[in-house]
């Protein structure tokens, strides 16, 4: 039973389309996160929320709209996807926002934009 | 913004040799942690470090908090094949930086039989 699971896996879409990333965690935990992973492996922070409340919105393009319905998803929607956009994107969760977790990550998203 | 230096950027080992490697920044921070990411998945938790000074061992995987706080390092001994993935440091600062980790540049390891 996979404790974060992202949908889909691989995204390939072309330049200008909208595309949504799904997350689920089954671990029961208050925070999740996505994080960006460019083509050199660098992995950046991009939104985090806690009980449905957003707490972290690093300097990420107005077109990335991250959206909680309940603590245990976080969906995160583009619009007009541009080339740059190409990253694996990973979802991950903590159990508190406070005091200092490691995170469980999911498996990741690759999205490709041709 | 902060950042964490992590070196080397690759390796390339004899199964069986060890590995260290380390991670260092300018600014201080409360939580180290160091991650294993496979091709294909998520980074994983390997160790986490909560203390200055705080050596932590994980089977074969050793990883120490510096004690300015501004470093940590990761031992890896008699390596084997499994051990080939990418390894992070990362930190976070503690108190009201709601759970943000810094991540490092990660280093490639490669283990040959």
């Known amino acids: 039973d996979t404790a974060v699971s992202q949908t889909p896996k691989y995204l390939v879409t072309q330049m200008g389309n909208d595309k949504s990333i799904k997350c689920e965690q089954n671990l029961g935990h208050d925070t999740m996160y996505w994080y960006k992973q460019d083509s050199k492996k660098f992995l950046k922070i991009m939104f985090s929320?806690?009980?449905?409340?957003?707490?972290i919105n690093e300097t990420v393009p107005n077109r990335f709209s991250p959206k909680s319905p309940d603590k245990a998803h976080l969906n995160l929607h583009i619009n007009s996807l541009e080339l740059g956009d190409s990253a694996v994107y990973f979802c991950?969760?903590?159990?508190?926002?406070?005091?200092?977790?490691?995170?469980?990550f999911g498996s990741g998203t690759r999205l490709t934009v041709v | 913004g902060q950042q964490l230096n992590q070196s080397p950027q690759s390796m390339f080992i004899q199964e069986g040799e060890d590995v260290s490697m380390n991670c260092t920044s300018s600014s201080i921070f409360n939580t180290w942690l160091w991650y294993k990411q496979d091709p294909g998945e998520g980074p994983v938790l390997l160790i986490a470090l909560y203390k200055a000074g705080e050596l932590t061992s994980n089977g074969r995987l050793t990883a120490q908090f510096g004690i300015t706080r501004k470093d940590s390092f990761l031992n890896i001994s008699a390596s084997i094949p499994s051990d080939v993935g990418i390894y992070f440091c990362?930190?976070?600062?503690?108190?009201?930086?709601?759970?943000?980790?810094?991540f490092g540049q990660g280093t490639i390891l490669t283990v040959h039989p």
């Open positions: 990362a930190a976070t600062p503690g108190g009201t930086s709601y759970g943000k980790l810094t």
């Open positions: 991950a969760s903590s159990p508190s926002h406070r005091g200092n977790y490691g995170y469980t």
């Open positions: 929320y806690n009980n449905k409340e957003l707490i």
